[in-house]
């Protein structure tokens, strides 16, 4: 017999004390504890910030908004460095910035201190242009000395470029047995009519240039008209007898003039039109100040033949006097000799003036650079001018337009505030970028590039090539 145990049923009463516990229990977790522990934290003031708010402008609030950049860095020529507001690379050169349409002109100005890597960016991209079938052409007269790996002392801060290229030195010198002359009626130097074929335009322009650099004003309109007649006669004489004319045959021309040439214009009017040009071109010839430049046929020290085939060419303008004319017209002659000679040459060209500022002030010499410069885009070749010291620049004079009238300008470090207020003037550059010219460490510009893209701070970058070939210390070691 099996006894069954029933259970024993709860009372009313601790029913209801149990549902009070359970409700007292969800009141203390979900209500109580968080009011106790928000209690505590005011309190303690554990809800207040380690430092408080301060009020920012409108003015203030875009530096804190991050940069927003495209990943992808448009490609408009070899690698030139870094941008280090981006860390992007920087895939530029200004010829190719001119082929994409983001600059209008393909000239180039550098801008900086001594010892701000401005040769040295010169250099790269000389080299760069070089290496893809490209020619150079470059000013220099700093003096320095430098050994290579067989001991051997050689000069010229272009040196070991131009030997690493298989470039050719070319000494500018006022005594021909050691410089190197340019036949400005050198049959080279033409330019090419609508028909396709070649004239003497280009050899009027540039006797306009030595005669008025030599004249140091501009010429009249009966002067121009004497000097392009005496050049027609002198290229049908010297034809006749078989031989290149040269600058002697105009000047005898300017004092003998034919007559004729232009009716109601008698022969000794024409003369007297002449006479101004006639003292001021034997300048250049018998011995005059400017003598030994441009005198005579193109020709090498001592006469010998000299060719302009080389892909870098470095004129060591040393021996001539800074910021003199002599200086100012050899540059200006051999750039557009040369641009002449370039226009059936393919590929790449460019002209590196450097210490363009030194010919500021030098009569029209100023003057002749900047029509250059407007030239260059006929004939495929960029002008890369370096300026030390802007500030010695006039405001309105033609080498400033060197700067203004190039869309991309690489500022380097300009310790001076004269100097760096130039660049800020001369650029339309934000106040906000003084400090950082007057800072910039060695090797990093400010780049400048037309209208359509920011400015950007580049620090450049160098192959182990490009370093050996831009190292000028060698006097030091």
């Known amino acids: 017999m099996t006894t069954e145990t029933k259970p024993r049923r709860k009372s009313a009463a601790k029913a209801a004390g149990g549902r009070m516990g359970k409700w007292w229990r969800r009141s203390w977790y979900k209500v109580g504890r968080g009011r106790l522990l928000r209690s505590v934290v005011r309190l303690a003031r554990w809800h207040e910030t380690a430092q408080r708010g301060t009020f920012a402008s409108t003015r203030q609030t875009p530096a804190l908004t991050p940069i927003l950049t495209d990943t992808h860095p448009i490609p408009a020529g070899p690698p030139l460095g870094v941008d280090l507001l981006t860390n992007q690379a920087v895939l530029e050169n200004c010829r190719g910035l001119y082929q994409g349409g983001f600059v209008t002109s393909p000239n180039e100005a550098i801008v900086g201190g001594i010892g701000t890597a401005k040769s040295t960016y010169a250099k790269i991209n000389l080299l760069r242009s070089i290496v893809v079938g490209g020619r150079g052409v470059v000013f220099d007269r700093k003096r320095q000395q430098q050994s290579d790996e067989d001991g051997t002392v050689i000069g010229g801060e272009y040196a070991k470029l131009t030997a690493a290229v298989g470039g050719m030195r070319i000494r500018c010198h006022q005594d021909p047995q050691f410089g190197t002359r340019i036949n400005v009626l050198d049959p080279a130097i033409s330019a090419l009519t609508a028909a396709g074929e070649s004239s003497t335009l280009g050899q009027?322009?540039?006797?306009?240039?030595?005669?008025?650099?030599?004249?140091?004003?501009?010429?009249?309109?009966?002067?121009?008209?004497?000097?392009?007649?005496a050049h027609k006669a002198a290229a049908r004489l010297a034809a006749a007898a078989g031989r290149v004319p040269v600058l002697a045959d105009v000047i005898?021309?300017?004092?003998?003039?034919?007559?004729?040439?232009?009716?109601?214009?008698?022969?000794?009017?024409?003369?007297?039109?002449?006479?101004?040009?006639?003292?001021?071109?034997k300048r250049y010839v018998d011995g005059g100040d400017l003598s030994g430049l441009i005198d005579g046929e193109t020709s090498g020290p001592g006469g010998e033949p000299v060719t302009f085939d080389s892909p870098l060419l470095v004129f060591d303008t040393s021996a001539l006097e800074y910021g003199s004319t002599a200086l100012g017209v050899m540059m200006a002659v051999t750039t557009a000799f040369l641009m002449s000679v370039w226009i059936n040459v393919p590929g790449?060209?460019?002209?590196?003036?450097?210490?363009?500022?030194?010919?500021?002030?030098?009569?029209?010499?100023?003057?002749?650079?900047?029509d250059l410069s407007k030239r260059t885009r006929g004939v495929g070749a960029s002008m890369l001018s370096v300026f030390h010291h802007v500030s010695d620049v006039a405001a309105g004079s033609?080498?400033?337009?060197?700067?203004?009238?190039?869309?991309?300008?690489?500022?380097?470090?300009?310790?001076?505030?004269?100097?760096?207020?130039?660049?800020?003037?001369?650029?339309?550059?934000?106040?906000?970028?003084?400090?950082?010219?007057?800072?910039?460490?060695?090797?990093?510009?400010?780049?400048?590039?037309?209208?359509?893209?920011?400015?950007?701070?580049?620090?450049?970058?160098?192959?182990?090539?490009?370093?050996?070939?831009?190292f000028t210390d060698d006097a030091l070691l």
């Open 398 to 470: 033609p080498m400033a337009s060197l700067i203004t009238e190039s869309e991309v300008v690489c500022v380097f470090r300009q310790d001076k505030g004269a100097d760096a207020d130039a660049v800020m003037d001369l650029l339309s550059l934000d106040a906000s970028l003084r400090d950082l010219i007057m800072t910039l460490p060695r090797g990093v510009h400010i780049r400048k590039r037309g209208a359509k893209l920011p400015v950007s701070v580049v620090e450049t970058y160098r192959t182990s090539l490009e370093k050996h070939v831009t």
């Open 204 to 229: 009027d322009r540039l006797l306009i240039m030595v005669a008025e650099a030599a004249l140091e004003e501009k010429l009249d309109v009966y002067q121009r008209s004497a000097l392009l007649e």
């Open 348 to 370: 790449p060209k460019t002209v590196v003036v450097e210490e363009a500022y030194s010919a500021d002030g030098v009569g029209v010499i100023p003057s002749m650079f900047r």
């Open 252 to 281: 005898e021309q300017l004092q003998h003039p034919a007559g004729g040439e232009i009716v109601g214009v008698t022969q000794d009017r024409t003369r007297e039109w002449g006479l101004p040009l006639v003292l001021a071109l």
